[in-house]
């Protein structure tokens, strides 16, 4: 089993464990590392790991400013796409799994950590003289790692409740983005009688091993779902309150339903709308949420990487639409009844006696598809 460790040593390292927390399943992720914090064994053997399984810890550092150490708190499984070894460091890319579940009690944690403090290539903190890796392999596994979950998100607030309580990440606004969502009327029948309700359909995700894409619907609105968790909240204090800015580009989406999102409680689910624009070729855009104005890292910094294009069906019926048109106003008497030449006798005499009727008839028909291929361009397309 291979174990990433991430730790709150520095500005940047306390976003990165506070963002490895708030990306949803299967979003893919970046973790780098000097070459000093990683095993040899890692080194020697980079493309050995790549498709294997990993588990994310974060490291909260206890003890005094002379004796400093480590308390270990497993986070999530990981599926590792890749080491890379690039200007003395080891970049790993990963994708998320699921997260672990502590259960009721400190049992689970204090099992967990006294499992990591035994291991012998484990990290500590800046100034011990003892030996460590950030990134290290080992055969032994984590007792009671359980990542089954009966409710939905139970194990990420059960993560959340305990990494509220450490000393370097107190107090933070802990999110989980839950996707992008399209809502849709479905029907169904009961007796006699059909019925109508609406419905929110997930919008899964694409990648291409290095980054995860959200397709969103052209032309239309899609809802942004996130999960906040602040469990040591403190309603009394209306300093307490906090706000993330939402952006979007301006290339994709042609408006949003707000641009703050406002933590003023211990939990909640945010939905902003966001109305995706028509466009003639696909376009990428970032949806970021981050807290602006602050001096210190308290609230991770996400990005969310949109893509829109055009339909398809949409393509076929403006393309499809004008062929059809243009081969029935080509029709006439002489190529009815060259295809009558070329068909069965019982059909190509009837071909040819009523030709001429044949190709007025689909010369009336032309502006047909034709008509169909303008309203779905106007209708689908930026055509203005």
Same mark, same amino acid.
């Given at each position: 089993?291979?174990?990433?460790? @991430?730790?709150?040593? $520095?500005?940047?390292?306390?976003?990165?464990?506070?963002?490895?927390?708030?990306?949803?399943?299967?979003?893919?992720?970046?973790?780098?590392?000097?070459? /000093?914090?990683?095993?040899?064994?890692?080194?020697?053997?980079?493309?050995?790991? *790549?498709?294997?399984?990993?588990?994310?810890?974060?490291?909260?550092?206890?003890?005094?400013?002379?004796?400093?150490?480590?308390?270990?708190?497993?986070?999530?499984?990981? *599926?590792?796409?890749?080491?890379?070894?690039?200007?003395?460091?080891?970049?790993?890319?990963?994708?998320?799994?699921?997260?672990?579940?502590?259960?009721?009690?400190?049992?689970?944690?204090?099992?967990?950590?006294?499992?990591?403090?035994?291991?012998?290539?484990?990290?500590?903190?800046?100034?011990?003289?003892?030996?460590?890796?950030?990134?290290?392999? #080992?055969?032994?596994?984590?007792?009671?790692?359980?990542?089954?979950? $009966?409710?939905?998100?139970?194990?990420?607030?059960?993560?959340?409740?305990?990494?509220?309580? #450490? /000393?370097?990440?107190?107090?933070? #606004?802990?999110?989980?983005?839950?996707?992008?969502?399209?809502?849709?009327?479905?029907?169904?029948?009961?007796?006699?009688?059909?019925?109508?309700?609406?419905?929110?359909?997930?919008?899964?995700?694409?990648?291409?091993?290095?980054?995860?894409?959200?397709?969103?619907?052209?032309?239309?609105?899609?809802?942004?779902?996130?999960?906040?968790?602040?469990?040591?909240?403190?309603?009394?204090?209306? /300093?307490?309150?906090?706000?993330?800015?939402?952006?979007?580009?301006?290339?994709?989406?042609?408006?949003?339903?707000?641009?703050?999102?406002?933590?003023?409680?211990?939990?909640?689910?945010?939905?902003?709308?966001?109305? @995706?624009?028509?466009?003639?070729?696909?376009?990428?855009?970032?949806?970021?949420?981050?807290?602006?104005?602050?001096?210190?890292?308290?609230?991770?910094?996400?990005?969310?990487? *949109?893509?829109?294009?055009?339909?398809?069906?949409?393509?076929?019926?403006?393309?499809?639409?004008?062929?059809?048109?243009?081969?029935?106003?080509?029709?006439?008497?002489?190529?009815?009844?060259?295809?009558?030449?070329?068909?069965?006798?019982?059909?190509?005499?009837?071909?040819?006696?009523?030709?001429?009727?044949?190709?007025?008839?689909?010369?009336?028909?032309?502006?047909?598809?034709?008509?169909?291929?303008?309203?779905?361009?106007?209708?689908?397309?930026?055509?203005?």
């Amino acid at each position: 089993m291979l174990y990433l460790f @991430c730790s709150a040593a $520095s500005p940047l390292y306390k976003r990165d464990a506070l963002e490895s927390i708030s990306y949803p399943v299967n979003h893919i992720f970046r973790f780098r590392y000097a070459l /000093k914090y990683v095993d040899k064994g890692v080194v020697a053997n980079l493309e050995k790991f *790549t498709g294997k399984p990993a588990v994310l810890i974060f490291l909260d550092t206890i003890g005094s400013p002379a004796s400093p150490d480590f308390d270990f708190y497993p986070l999530r499984l990981v *599926t590792i796409l890749g080491l890379e070894d690039s200007a003395g460091a080891i970049y790993c890319n990963f994708r998320f799994g699921d997260f672990v579940h502590y259960g009721d009690g400190s049992r689970r944690k204090d099992l967990w950590n006294s499992f990591f403090r035994k291991l012998p290539g484990r990290p500590w903190p800046p100034g011990r003289p003892a030996d460590g890796h950030f990134v290290f392999e #080992t055969t032994e596994e984590p007792p009671e790692l359980i990542a089954e979950s $009966s409710r939905p998100y139970d194990n990420w607030n059960s993560v959340v409740n305990c990494l509220d309580k #450490t /000393k370097d990440l107190k107090d933070s #606004t802990f999110l989980l983005v839950l996707g992008f969502y399209r809502v849709r009327r479905r029907g169904f029948r009961s007796g006699f009688r059909e019925f109508w309700k609406m419905s929110e359909q997930q919008l899964e995700p694409t990648d291409n091993q290095f980054d995860s894409i959200y397709p969103v619907p052209m032309g239309e609105s899609v809802v942004l779902k996130i999960l906040l968790s602040r469990p040591s909240f403190n309603y009394s204090d209306p /300093k307490s309150a906090r706000v993330l800015k939402i952006s979007a580009g301006s290339d994709t989406f042609s408006g949003m339903s707000k641009e703050k999102i406002i933590s003023e409680s211990r939990y909640n689910e945010d939905r902003t709308v966001l109305v @995706c624009k028509r466009v003639f070729d696909a376009a990428l855009a970032a949806v970021s949420i981050e807290e602006k104005d602050v001096d210190v890292v308290r609230s991770p910094r996400l990005t969310l990487l *949109t893509r829109v294009r055009v339909p398809r069906l949409v393509i076929s019926s403006v393309v499809g639409g004008v062929a059809v048109g243009a081969l029935l106003l080509a029709f006439d008497a002489d190529v009815v009844r060259f295809i009558a030449s070329i068909g069965p006798k019982p059909f190509s005499a009837w071909l040819d006696g009523n030709a001429k009727p044949i190709a007025a008839i689909a010369k009336l028909l032309s502006p047909l598809p034709l008509a169909i291929s303008a309203y779905v361009a106007f209708r689908r397309l930026p055509v203005k």
